[in-house]
């Protein structure tokens, strides 16, 4: 059985960082192109950061600067460092690993708030 957890989300004040985790089990991670998407109350889901099998990035231009995606195959499992937040940040926050069409896996989602 396929799964995607996300962790890591919580609430910070502005300029704060987090340091979100998206951890895979059921398939061989390391195939997949996964992307941290983010969706705010009233808002349509956004893409936040990609990241390719070979760790090719690219970046939606509201994080780009402030948010890094990474990956670590040995752990199974896809990060996103999170700097300088801002309260446009609050979000549920959701991985997904795509293969091929048809193919692709979402976690459950976690909350960041950025609020002082």
């Known amino acids: 059985q396929v799964q995607l957890v996300e962790s890591g989300g919580g609430l910070v004040q502005p300029g704060g960082s987090l340091r979100l985790s998206c951890a895979a089990s059921?398939?061989?991670?390391?195939?997949?192109?996964v992307y941290w998407y983010r969706q705010a109350p009233g808002n349509e889901r956004e893409l936040c950061a990609v990241?390719?099998?070979?760790?090719?990035?690219t970046y939606a231009d509201s994080v780009k600067g402030r948010f890094t995606i990474s990956r670590e195959n040995a752990e199974n499992t896809v990060y996103l460092q999170m700097n300088s937040l801002k309260p446009e940040d609050t979000a549920v926050y959701y991985c997904?690993?795509?293969?091929?069409?048809?193919?692709?896996?979402w976690g459950q989602g976690t909350q960041v708030t950025v609020s002082s």
């Open positions: 059921g398939i061989i991670f390391s195939k997949y192109m």
């Open positions: 997904k690993a795509w293969w091929q069409v048809g193919v692709e896996y």
């Open positions: 990241i390719s099998p070979s760790g090719g990035t």
